[in-house]
């Protein structure tokens, strides 16, 4: 079975500061794929990053950084000098590669991120 | 279309009566999902097609839920006998092909009210 994890319901922050949202995955798979989504307060999901179980090289893309580390199965999500538009609930999702596991995105339960001015 | 089109929007009804939802993908994409994100929830699972075919129909939580999809295109999820407990955003999804590292592309949703 396959299970998202994500620890913070709520996280809320000052415009500038830094911040991180944790999540931490369970899969039997060897091969898997990891997702973060972005759901703005208007209600739509966005893909914002997909990472292979096997390529552990974190990711930069512009203020968003991604460190995963498979030796403790997490897939922490950082936003640097966070801005008010960065409210938002995310969500992070697993997916197997097999080809029950792989049928679907296995989802956490999403933390609501409030950036303050 | 440009995205994953869902309608209605927003969908209010008396309960005991039956509604249907409608997605319509992106073109070209071969694999469509529905989810159900309740009140300050995740997203749960519903059932996935690949084609017309729906190889996991696992997450519907009863009987009064159905799905179909025709053409490898558009899908209906229907709700029988609806129930308040039915009150929920539901969203569809899809993707290029089903292979587990191709991301879902998500519509806006339902917004479906059971009174």
């Known amino acids: 079975a396959q299970k998202v994890t994500q620890a913070q319901t709520e996280i809320s922050v000052v415009e500038k500061e830094d911040v991180t949202l944790d999540c931490v995955y369970e899969t039997r798979d060897t091969t898997y794929y990891l997702f973060w989504y972005k759901q703005p307060p208007s209600g739509e999901l966005v893909f914002l990053i997909r990472r292979n179980s096997f390529d552990e090289q974190n990711e930069i893309s512009g203020r968003y950084s991604w460190n995963f580390q498979k030796s403790t199965s997490s897939f922490n999500f950082t936003i640097t000098a966070s801005q008010v538009v960065d409210s938002a609930v995310y969500f992070c999702?697993?997916?197997?590669?097999?080809?029950?596991?792989?049928?679907?995105?296995?989802f956490g339960e999403g933390t609501q991120l409030t950036v303050n001015p | 279309g440009a995205g994953v089109s869902q309608s209605p929007s927003n969908k209010v009804t008396e309960k005991g009566k039956d509604v249907e939802l409608r997605c319509d993908p992106i073109s070209g994409h071969t694999a469509l999902y529905w989810y159900r994100q309740s009140l300050g929830q995740g997203l749960e699972f519903l059932i996935y097609f690949q084609g017309n075919s729906a190889p996991d129909k696992s997450g519907l939580p009863s009987d009064r839920f159905s799905a179909e999809r025709t053409g490898g295109s558009v899908s209906t999820l229907t709700i029988q006998r609806t129930q308040q407990e039915d009150s929920a955003v539901y969203l569809c999804?899809?993707?290029?092909?089903?292979?587990?590292?191709?991301?879902?592309?998500f519509g806006n949703g339902t917004r479906l009210t059971v009174t």
């Open positions: 999702a697993l997916s197997g590669a097999g080809e029950t596991s792989g049928s679907r995105l296995t």
């Open positions: 999804a899809s993707r290029k092909r089903q292979g587990a590292n191709s991301p879902l592309h």
